[in-house]
């Protein structure tokens, strides 16, 4: 009798192991090396992304980098789901595959839509978790082809965790936005910082945007360019294998543009950051929040 408990009482605790495991998320997937240079494997994530019904909102270089380049992509269901979310529930919209040349072979990894929908939509993702699930889904069934390793890296955190993120105590969560500018109207929001982004100021690069008239809510992916301030300069510290965090984004809600604050922004997409390593990129929130802010001028 004393072994039945025993057993009973190890396979409880071998559920229960297993059970926490699961709910821990890494902030990204290795897919691993495809066999093909940059060019080539961008087409191959694209065709693999379209037959899947995402559309390809944009691409570039980071870090003005020739051997680093991000996908950004999105899915009309996904932006239906997100938009549910007031809360700036439409920065969940945008996913993003990160390539890194390496010799003859490409690294290709993606951000993990599961670990972004929690981050950014929170408790909200209970009640949008079958569509949401869907596209986590449909994700990994596109890219896991193109390679043989589809494996978290980045670091993990418990989901619990994820939704009510910050990365030490009095840093900021989600919701504590930086307010860029508040406009007369949404109509002036979009028009201000379109021109900016077409004129490139502050160094800058559209990447991508999705705009929703009826809701008015636009997000604008930003590369920071600036050879002084951006990418260039704070991925390389931080590591830029996260590539796939990249770019960043404005997101216009009504009359007021606001950017997800630098410390929460960078902490959540590099959860294994130790504070040496934050302190030695110390002014980067304050150069990213002043890039986009002049954007909104």
């Known amino acids: 009798m004393k072994k039945i408990i025993y057993l009973f009482l190890i396979t409880l605790l071998y559920i229960g192991v297993n059970s926490a495991k699961a709910q821990e998320l890494s902030p990204y997937i290795n897919v691993g090396d495809a066999s093909s240079n940059m060019e080539q494997t961008t087409t191959q994530v694209k065709n693999a992304l379209q037959k899947k019904g995402f559309e390809i909102l944009g691409e570039y270089n980071v870090e003005n980098n020739k051997n680093l380049k991000v996908i950004v992509f999105s899915r009309k269901d996904l ?10 529930g439409a920065l969940a919209a945008a996913l993003k595959v990160g390539l890194k040349l390496n010799g003859a072979n490409t690294n290709v990894s993606y951000l993990n839509p599961d670990y972004l929908f929690n981050a950014y939509l929170g408790d909200s993702y209970t009640k949008h978790e079958s569509a949401l699930k869907k596209v986590n889904n449909d994700v990994k ?43 007369s109207s ?52 931080i590591d830029n294998s996260h590539l796939a965090a990249m770019p960043y984004e404005i997101i216009l809600q009504g009359k007021t543009a606001t950017i997800l604050h630098g410390r929460y922004r960078l902490a959540v997409h590099w959860p294994e950051l130790t504070m040496g390593t934050f302190m030695k990129i110390m002014s980067t929130p304050g150069d990213i929040e002043n890039t986009l802010e002049g954007l909104c001028e």
């Open 79 to 88: 932006q239906t789901t997100v938009l549910k979310v007031k809360d700036r």
């Open 141 to 183: 069934s596109a890219l896991s082809p193109l390679g043989n390793v589809n494996k978290g890296f980045g670091g993990s955190l418990a989901v619990k965790d994820l939704r009510k993120y910050h990365y030490k105590m009095m840093m900021p969560y989600f919701t504590d936005p930086v307010e860029l500018k508040e406009f």
């Open 186 to 237: 949404f109509e002036e929001g979009v028009k201000t910082i379109e021109k900016n982004l077409a004129a490139k100021k502050g160094n800058t690069k559209l990447v991508y945007k999705l705009k929703f008239t009826s809701e008015k809510v636009a997000v604008y992916g930003v590369a920071l360019l600036n050879k002084e301030t951006g990418e260039g300069v704070f991925l390389p510290i």
